[in-house]
């Protein structure tokens, strides 16, 4: 009699996967992705274009968002850590999206009646709509930074169960379609403004996030209700086993029933002291406890094995090597145009796809550890073209020219800017394309060797990232995973902000040469570090073998005897 279960059919593999809790995390990151992804490019061309066109709205939203997360990132993970996951999934849902709608129209009334506040109050009014924006909208990232840990660190390890190849390949997934959003997202929302207007911008993304929210909110539930194990988490349950535990014990040795042993515990003199004194101190404690929180955090991040795989990723990020706003001025400086640079962004992302790929496929044949060990190596081996570029043919590497010289004089040739404004003009020159048009290089080999290097470089980068974020995933604790990523978060924007920094102290393009020297330098620093973890894990593997297989025959040969 044949006892298999049936075969399923394809129709029926086919609805299996779409109605999935796989699926369905995908798709709630696809909306949760492509509305940030929307809200961040336009967010910093509303502040631009509120401001005249200038940067200083815009660089005061970047250093209010970094400096939130890296103060507050271990005090969220905490959130995340003790608080169930449905209810954080759901609460930083809900801040996110709200606060992006009532930034929306809010930018909204500024643009539809910036003349009229401008007027009121001496411009005060106008001032604190400008105010209200960036904390709105910086209580709105602070959000997406709870949603992203609860989700992609926590949710979908659950999710994937014990199974380690099921957990790399919902990783590299949710990475592509961070990838992939990065690319379209800003495309819809710029063609969205150009051909209408920044007030209906601003509509359409509000009008976005409230229909997005209500989508997440019903995807996230689905999720919750086919995976069971979603509604327990570890630190939690220990608590309940520790309180039926002692519960039971008291109760006996009182022999009252649970409801009559808790009233004499209010009566009692002794006991009741405890609570007077802990009123007394209650001020100081409780203010005194975020910082506890964050101390703690970031202590616990410190003993974590694998402390120097996560130094390893944030140390990355400590690089002018990447598609951002310096990059592109720099290549605006060296007559690039648009076109070339949007090309060259694509197959930025064509290769970031690549990296995606190539992790789960390297790590079926290697081991995830032995992965980032290829990874690492990819990527520093094509970085060396960055640093062959800064001495090839056509590079303005110039260290006889002062950093704080300004950009624009040696191409307009104007006049030096104050002092008190100089660091504006540093960042405006290297986010905005020169005024006038820029002659021609003797030679594009240099910023080709540059934009190859960092182009390629971007397999090797994708594919370190996921080994780390999977290491983190499978080595910590479930009770600590929000606290060491909410800390990993504060790492990666410490680093990110001192990058900008070493930008405002050397902005003209004859010191990016020493930019690009100092960027290889960090992350081949980075890299040693997981070598160094790698060696170490690797190795302790090893002896771990070796003393079990030791174990073993030692075994076997005591019960030879008894056997024959």
Same mark, same amino acid.
């Given at each position: 009699r044949n006892t298999s279960a049936p075969k399923k059919t394809c129709s029926e593999s086919v609805r299996d996967f779409f109605t999935s809790a796989k699926f369905l995390?995908?798709?709630?990151?696809?909306?949760?992705?492509?509305?940030?992804?929307?809200?961040?490019?336009?967010?910093?061309?509303?502040?631009?274009?509120?401001?005249?066109?200038?940067?200083?709205?815009?660089?005061?939203?970047?250093?209010?968002?970094?400096?939130?997360?890296?103060?507050?990132?271990?005090?969220?993970g905490d959130w995340v850590d003790k608080?169930?996951?449905?209810?954080?999934a759901q609460t930083s849902l809900l801040v996110q999206n709200s606060c992006v709608i009532v930034c929306g129209i809010l930018l909204m009334v500024v643009f539809n009646f910036k003349e009229q506040l401008a007027e009121l109050y001496n411009g005060w009014v106008l001032t604190t709509c400008y105010i209200l924006v960036i904390?709105?909208?910086?209580?709105?990232?602070?959000?997406?930074?709870?949603?992203?840990?609860?989700?992609q660190r926590d949710w979908v390890v659950v999710v994937a169960g014990q199974d380690s190849s099921k957990l790399a390949d919902m990783n590299a997934t949710v990475r592509i379609i961070d990838q992939?959003?990065?690319?379209?997202?800003?495309?819809?929302?710029?063609?969205? +403004?150009?051909?209408?207007?920044?007030?209906?911008?601003?509509?359409?993304?509000?009008g976005w996030n409230l229909c997005s929210m209500c989508l997440e909110y019903a995807l996230l539930?689905?999720?919750?209700?086919?995976?069971?194990?979603?509604?327990?988490?570890?630190?939690?349950?220990?608590?309940?086993?520790? +309180?039926?535990?002692?519960?039971?014990?008291?109760?006996?040795?009182?022999?009252?029933s649970p409801e009559d042993s808790f009233l004499p515990l209010m009566n009692d003199t002794s006991v009741a002291a405890k609570p007077d004194s802990a009123k007394q101190q209650?001020?100081?404690?409780?203010?005194?406890?975020?910082?506890?929180?964050?101390k703690a955090g970031w202590v616990a991040y410190y003993n974590q094995n694998i402390f120097f795989a996560g130094m390893s990723l944030a140390f990355l990020y400590m690089t002018v090597l990447g598609f951002d706003c310096i990059t592109t001025g720099y290549a605006y400086t060296q007559g690039l145009n648009g076109s070339v640079l949007s090309l060259l962004m694509g197959a930025s992302a064509v290769a970031g796809i690549c990296g995606t790929v190539a992790f789960t496929w390297v790590r079926k044949k290697c081991g995830l550890i032995r992965t980032g060990f290829i990874s690492g190596t990819a990527q520093l081996c094509c970085l060396v073209l960055c640093v062959v570029s800064v001495f090839a043919p056509g590079s303005p590497f110039d260290l006889s020219v002062s950093p704080f010289q300004d950009i624009y004089t040696h191409l307009i040739g104007e006049k030096m800017l104050p002092e008190a404004e100089h660091v504006l003009a540093g960042l405006n020159a290297t986010t905005a394309a020169p005024a006038e048009e820029v002659p021609p290089l003797q030679s594009y080999m240099s910023v080709s060797l540059l934009f190859a290097g960092v182009i390629a470089a971007r397999v090797g980068l994708w594919s370190f990232d996921l080994t780390v974020t999977q290491l983190i995933q499978e080595n910590?604790?479930?009770?600590?995973?929000?606290?060491?990523?909410?800390?990993q978060n504060s790492m990666n924007y410490l680093l990110d902000l001192l990058h900008f920094i070493m930008v405002i102290l050397a902005p003209n393009p004859e010191a990016f040469g020493l930019l690009v020297i100092i960027s290889v330098s960090f992350v081949a620093m980075g890299h040693m570090m997981y070598f160094g973890f790698a060696f170490k894990s690797l190795g302790s593997r090893l002896f771990l073998c070796c003393s079990q297989e030791q174990k073993v025959e030692t075994v076997d040969a005591l019960s030879l005897p008894t056997t024959v």
């Open positions: 995390i995908y798709m709630g990151h696809a909306l949760s992705t492509w509305g940030d992804r929307m809200w961040n490019f336009a967010v910093a061309v509303f502040l631009v274009e509120l401001y005249g066109n200038s940067l200083l709205l815009t660089a005061v939203y970047g250093l209010v968002v970094a400096g939130s997360v890296l103060l507050l990132g271990a005090i969220i608080n169930p996951r449905l209810k954080v904390t709105i909208a910086n209580i709105a990232n602070l959000a997406s930074t709870a949603t992203s840990i609860t989700i992939l959003t990065n690319i379209l997202a800003p495309m819809l929302v710029g063609q969205i +403004m150009s051909f209408g207007s920044h007030f209906i911008g601003c509509g359409f993304i509000s539930w689905k999720v919750y209700q086919k995976t069971p194990a979603l509604a327990s988490k570890a630190g939690q349950k220990e608590q309940q086993q520790e +309180m039926k535990q002692l519960s039971p014990s008291k109760d006996s040795e009182s022999g009252q209650g001020c100081c404690y409780q203010m005194s406890e975020p910082l506890r929180t964050l910590v604790i479930e009770s600590e995973r929000g606290v060491i990523n909410g800390v």
